[in-house]
């Protein structure tokens, strides 16, 4: 009977960190790690590795492999990030236990037909090459389920990239790619795809039918049109449509019940369809740099709604809908032409981030005082000349944004801000700070640039809060 079982939690291999010490133990190296090793070229002895699973060559400044190469079968995962190489040998195609290939940030044109031998991988990462075409044969990788293609030179891709059925991660994103070959029907198990930066003019109809799909990104595209099959992803979590010019969305869009993040910003829509209210699960949505000058009703139903922005668009009130919405923690409603904040914006008390910038607000509600969570308030670039005393009740305020503005009086109360860590001031009509001002000895920064603040209140403002960064 066996006295001495093996540990139930046996220690991990040794990795190896010397090439020279690697070729003295042959037969005892699993993992081998040269990262950011200078070697340039391998030795033509590594072929006695033979038991070797995991390589680590990154940052070694290799320009070729060696034929030897192709002797590690054993390999599961090689890590070849940022290297020099411009071509991977065809020898490649013999290492068919290889589970993850990183060839990020090489200069590859091209991949060798026998990439596509490679049919035990599961992920491969070819991000920032100057690949031009992708070999038909990569459809043999039938066990692939994350590939990156991101920021190389693709125009197409071959038809037999619909073989690659157990893919459940694709980025194409950065790359001049205008169509997409219709056999991507066939990626039923895809769940996350990114075409983000390329020059898609309208969503392939192929992916509309991708009935499993988590994540779709097609920011920064020209994309003038979304489909109403969009409407079909019942699946889709997340949406990114920024950087496009979409002037209207289908309201097919309100379908998709499951989803949890919009983005839309810096497109050309001038309204949101109604069907946008069905959207119970959104969580984010980002509506900037559009043309929206209102919100429909429906909006008010966006219960979990928690990160808003509506900047730059043609708002000249904040909707009332808005005021409905009372788990938003984020709201951004800056550079529209707003003129009053309403009353109902004490609604929002989760409120954390509140930004206002650039409207044309002159005087604060006295409800702004019931945003108590408020962490941060931007309302630079206004028309105020007084600040309510409702407004020092935001205790946890730590950053205070109040440039540009026609403030020339600052109430005694500011110090009831102890939180306050951050507190621009650029641009008003200030002559003077309330000597109370030396309670906030929290204060970090303090700008008060570009105020007709006299030589010896300036003296005095240092003195009163010597340990903070005051621009003047």
Same mark, same amino acid.
């Not at 109370?436 to 209140?457: A, C, I, K, W």
């Given at each position: 009977?066996? $006295?001495?079982?093996?540990?139930?939690?046996?220690?991990?291999?040794?990795?190896?960190?010397?090439?020279?010490?690697?070729?003295?133990?042959?037969?005892?190296?699993?993992?081998?790690?040269?990262?950011?090793?200078?070697?340039?070229? @391998?030795?033509?002895?590594?072929?006695?590795?033979?038991?070797?699973?995991?390589?680590?060559?990154?940052?070694?400044?290799? $320009?070729?492999?060696?034929?030897?190469?192709?002797?590690?079968?054993?390999?599961?995962?090689?890590?070849?990030?940022?290297?020099?190489?411009?071509?991977?040998?065809?020898?490649?195609?013999?290492?068919?236990?290889?589970? %993850?290939?990183?060839?990020?940030?090489?200069?590859?044109?091209? =991949?060798?037909?026998?990439?596509?031998?490679?049919?035990?991988?599961?992920?491969?990462?070819?991000?920032?090459?100057?690949?031009?075409?992708?070999?038909?044969?990569?459809?043999?990788?039938?066990?692939?389920?994350? @590939?990156?293609?991101?920021?190389?030179?693709?125009?197409?891709?071959?038809?037999?990239?619909?073989?690659?059925?157990?893919?459940?991660?694709?980025?194409?994103?950065?790359?001049?790619?205008? !169509?997409?070959?219709?056999?991507?029907?066939?990626?039923?198990? @895809?769940?996350?795809?990114?075409?983000?930066?390329?020059?898609?003019?309208?969503?392939?109809?192929? #992916?509309? +039918?991708?009935?499993?799909?988590?994540?779709?990104?097609?920011?920064?595209?020209?994309?003038?049109?979304?489909?109403? %099959?969009?409407?079909?992803?019942?699946?889709? +979590?997340?949406?990114?449509?920024?950087?496009?010019?979409?002037?209207?969305?289908?309201?097919?869009?309100?379908?998709?019940?499951?989803?949890? %993040?919009?983005?839309?910003?810096?497109?050309?829509?001038?309204? /949101?369809?109604?069907? !946008?209210?069905?959207?119970?699960?959104?969580?984010?949505?980002?509506?900037?740099?559009?043309?929206?000058?209102?919100?429909? +009703?429906?909006?008010?139903?966006?219960?979990?709604?928690?990160?808003?922005?509506?900047?730059?668009?043609?708002?000249?009130?904040?909707?009332?809908?808005?005021?409905?919405?009372?788990?938003?923690? $984020?709201?951004?409603?800056?550079?529209?032409?707003?003129?009053?904040?309403?009353?109902? !914006?004490?609604?929002?008390?989760?409120?954390?981030?509140?930004?206002?910038?650039?409207?044309?607000?002159?005087?604060?509600?006295?409800?702004?005082?019931?945003?108590?969570?408020?962490?941060?308030?931007?309302?630079?670039?206004?028309?105020?000349?007084?600040?309510?005393?409702?407004?020092?009740?935001?205790?946890?305020?730590?950053?205070?944004?109040?440039?540009?503005?026609? =403030?020339?009086? @600052?109430?005694?109360?500011?110090?009831?801000?102890?939180?306050?860590?951050?507190?621009?001031?650029?641009?008003?009509?200030?002559?003077?700070?309330?000597?109370?001002?030396?309670?906030?000895?929290?204060?970090?920064?303090?700008?008060?640039?570009?105020?007709?603040?006299?030589?010896?209140?300036?003296?005095?403002?240092? +003195?009163? /809060?010597?340990?903070?960064? #005051?621009?003047?």
């Amino acid at each position: 009977m066996d $006295t001495n079982p093996a540990p139930l939690n046996p220690s991990p291999p040794t990795v190896y960190r010397s090439i020279e010490d690697a070729l003295n133990n042959p037969g005892q190296v699993f993992s081998l790690n040269l990262s950011s090793q200078t070697i340039t070229q @391998l030795p033509p002895q590594i072929s006695g590795l033979v038991n070797l699973r995991e390589l680590d060559l990154s940052f070694c400044g290799l $320009t070729t492999l060696p034929a030897e190469f192709s002797a590690l079968v054993n390999l599961e995962r090689l890590n070849l990030y940022a290297n020099s190489l411009t071509v991977l040998p065809p020898e490649i195609g013999k290492m068919t236990n290889l589970r %993850e290939l990183n060839l990020t940030a090489n200069q590859l044109i091209k =991949l060798p037909a026998e990439i596509g031998n490679l049919k035990a991988l599961n992920r491969l990462n070819l991000y920032g090459n100057s690949l031009v075409e992708i070999p038909a044969e990569i459809g043999n990788l039938t066990s692939l389920t994350d @590939l990156t293609l991101t920021t190389n030179r693709l125009t197409k891709l071959p038809p037999e990239f619909g073989s690659m059925t157990s893919l459940v991660r694709l980025d194409l994103s950065n790359n001049p790619l205008t !169509i997409l070959p219709p056999e991507i029907v066939h990626l039923q198990n @895809l769940q996350n795809i990114s075409i983000c930066f390329n020059n898609l003019t309208q969503v392939p109809p192929e #992916i509309m +039918q991708m009935t499993n799909l988590r994540i779709l990104s097609l920011y920064n595209n020209n994309l003038t049109v979304l489909s109403p %099959e969009i409407g079909e992803l019942l699946n889709l +979590q997340g949406l990114y449509l920024s950087g496009n010019k979409l002037i209207k969305l289908p309201a097919e869009v309100g379908n998709l019940s499951s989803l949890i %993040e919009l983005t839309l910003f810096n497109n050309q829509l001038n309204e /949101l369809p109604i069907e !946008i209210g069905n959207l119970k699960h959104l969580t984010r949505l980002d509506c900037s740099n559009n043309y929206i000058p209102n919100l429909p +009703q429906e909006f008010a139903n966006l219960k979990n709604l928690m990160w808003l922005g509506l900047a730059n668009n043609q708002f000249i009130e904040i909707p009332e809908t808005l005021m409905k919405l009372s788990h938003i923690t $984020t709201l951004n409603l800056a550079s529209n032409r707003i003129s009053s904040i309403p009353a109902g !914006i004490g609604n929002l008390t989760n409120l954390e981030d509140l930004t206002l910038f650039n409207n044309q607000i002159s005087d604060l509600p006295v409800e702004i005082g019931l945003l108590t969570h408020l962490n941060r308030l931007d309302l630079s670039n206004n028309f105020l000349k007084l600040l309510p005393k409702e407004l020092f009740s935001l205790v946890n305020l730590n950053w205070f944004y109040l440039n540009n503005n026609n =403030l020339s009086i @600052l109430p005694a109360d500011i110090v009831s801000l102890t939180n306050l860590n951050w507190f621009f001031l650029h641009k008003n009509n200030l002559s003077q700070l309330p000597s109370e001002m030396m309670r906030m000895q929290r204060l970090t920064v303090l700008d008060l640039s570009d105020n007709p603040l006299p030589q010896n209140e300036q003296v005095k403002i240092k +003195q009163l /809060l010597p340990s903070c960064n #005051i621009s003047f």
